[in-house]
């Protein structure tokens, strides 16, 4: 009890472990902290996980049909959506580095070429305001100097205290005192007031001893008020460009550029996850497709040659595929004339009450020796009992650890599922096989493949299974690769041949990725033949 617990406890990190990761990409990375997209997002993140659990559980925990096909449809979609969202989300963390950073560096390349551009600006006024031209030229250009040295990218200070000495000095001359003031004209754009008058004699100090400018890149040696250089049009620039919180709160260009690679790649991941999902749902829509195998026996009599056996596997009959899918299988299969229909387990997801409507149509198989049936592991979660009799009642013969006689020259066994030893009705290899006569070939049903090292023993020539799907889902044929000797297709185990269908249906997500559902006809060969 204790290992299951922890098992338990292992998938279930692991399930919302994922979902976070994926909450981490999709919505934090790519919103912005209390907007209306990063709530929205946190909630589906919540949601989405709880949904998919529920539709998981609502079959076993015996929850209304019409309500566990409510829940079915987006709760088993996303568990498909989200296994893609996190491969394809892996895949990009190998790119998000370099995508992030590459044009950083650049950047920190261009950032010397910037910076002489600026000091240029910032010094070209200040030469323009040597006294040369006279004292009022030389008040002019200082203004000028500093109000333009102001609004260069943090250049100012360095150019602007030098000027602003040199403009104060112009009073010295004798002609400049209460004498000379700028004439205003209309259309002279207006300078900072630098008249000079007796009373700018009281700031020789300001003279000889200038401040260091300050951070805003103004000096702090010029007068105050409106009319002084570099207040407040200069220093508003370079104050909004030092704010300190603009990277906090995604201004700065570093978060801008990593938001923005954010949701590039979110969007990639998406974009690549739902046309995943949207191909592999349309490929078990549409119906199985139809497989041939030629099986070559070495015991088959001639008059057996070519006999066709139509394998049906993991119809998965339940909340999200029903009648209409149960139709196209049943179509399928008349359409390629089979000796004998097998249909080896996992008819049903369900109840005989819930799901009998849907099952009708599987009593129109049409095959020249009939239908044969064995039970599947999720026929005992369903009820096996009242499934078998279903079953018999549709026009198929159940095979339950017992075997038939064919009349073209072979014999056809099958087996319960190994699943159902937990139920007290577990597979009987001695009951089915024990009495045969060796000489004749032998065609077993048995719905694992994993049994077939039992097939072997009793000298079964070939054993037709489903169990696997194929993996569904890419890449779930590693995984089901884990616990099965063969995922699907033809395979030799000393005597016996394994023959694995991937399936007609779908378990859990109506999807399929690189495992494609098909009904397979196996054309017994005979080698007198």
Not at 180 to 205: A, G, N, S, V
Not at 388 to 415: C, H, K, Q, T, Y
Not at 452 to 474: E, I, P
Request: hydrophobic share 45%; proline share 9%; no cysteine.
């Amino acid at each position: 009890m204790l290992v299951v617990l922890l098992v338990v406890a292992l998938v279930l990190t692991v399930y919302f472990g994922a979902h976070w990761y994926v909450w981490r990409r999709l919505v934090r990375d790519v919103t912005r902290p209390g907007g209306a997209a990063r709530r929205a997002g946190t909630a589906a993140a919540v949601v989405l996980p709880l949904l998919s659990l529920a539709a998981l559980t609502s079959g076993r925990l015996g929850v209304p049909f019409p309500l566990q096909q409510a829940l079915a449809w987006p709760g088993f979609m996303w568990l498909a959506l989200m296994l893609y969202l996190v491969l394809t989300l892996l895949a990009t963390e190998l790119v998000r580095p370099l995508l992030v950073r590459l044009p950083a560096r650049g950047a920190r390349r261009a950032r010397p070429g910037a910076g002489a551009e600026a000091g240029a600006a910032g010094t070209e006024p200040a030469a323009a305001g040597r006294p040369a031209a006279g004292p009022v030229a030389g008040a002019a250009g200082a203004g000028s100097a500093v109000a333009a040295g102001s609004v260069a990218a943090g250049t100012a200070p360095a150019a602007a205290a030098p000027v602003a000495a040199t403009a104060a000095k112009a009073p010295e001359a004798p002609e400049a005192v209460g004498t000379l003031k700028p004439p205003k004209t209309p259309d002279t754009p207006k300078t900072p007031d630098t008249r000079t008058t007796p009373d700018t004699r009281e700031t020789p100090d300001t003279r000889e001893t200038p401040e260091p400018p300050k951070a805003t890149g103004t000096p702090d040696g010029t007068p105050e008020g409106p009319d002084a250089p570099g207040s407040p049009e200069t220093s508003a620039a370079p104050a909004t460009a030092a704010r300190p919180d603009a990277g906090l709160t995604g201004a700065g260009p570093g978060m801008a550029r990593r938001r923005f690679v954010s949701r590039v790649l979110a969007g990639t991941a998406v974009a690549v996850a739902a046309g995943t999902v949207a191909g592999g749902t349309h490929s078990v829509l549409r119906g199985p497709s139809v497989k041939r195998v030629t099986v070559p026996l070495a015991k088959l009599p001639r008059s057996a040659h070519g006999y066709r056996i139509a394998v049906v596997s993991d119809v998965h009959l339940g909340p999200t595929l029903g009648r209409a899918h149960a139709q196209r299988i049943v179509d399928a299969v008349n359409s390629t004339q089979p000796d004998l229909v097998a249909v080896v387990g996992d008819l049903v997801d369900g109840s005989v009450e819930n799901l009998g409507p849907a099952a009708e149509p599987l009593a129109r198989f049409r095959a020249r020796h009939g239908s044969f049936f064995v039970t599947g592991n999720h026929e005992y979660f369903s009820g096996a009992e009242q499934w078998v009799d279903e079953v018999r009642d549709l026009g198929m013969r159940p095979l339950r650890n017992e075997r038939v006689e064919i009349a073209s020259g072979f014999d056809l066994a099958g087996v319960n599922d190994v699943a159902g030893e937990n139920y007290g009705d577990g597979p009987d290899f001695a009951r089915a096989l024990g009495d045969r006569d060796r000489a004749r070939a032998a065609v077993l049903l048995a719905h694992q493949p994993v049994v077939v090292h039992d097939a072997v023993r009793y000298g079964v020539d070939l054993q037709l299974s489903g169990h696997t799907h194929g993996g569904q889902m890419w890449p779930g044929e590693f995984l089901a690769g884990l616990a099965n000797p063969t995922v699907e297709g033809l395979e030799r185990y000393g005597d016996t041949q394994l023959y694995v269908s991937r399936g007609a249906g779908a378990w859990g997500p109506p999807v399929r990725v690189g495992a494609p559902s098909d009904i397979t006809v196996v054309q017994l060969a005979s080698r007198d033949a």
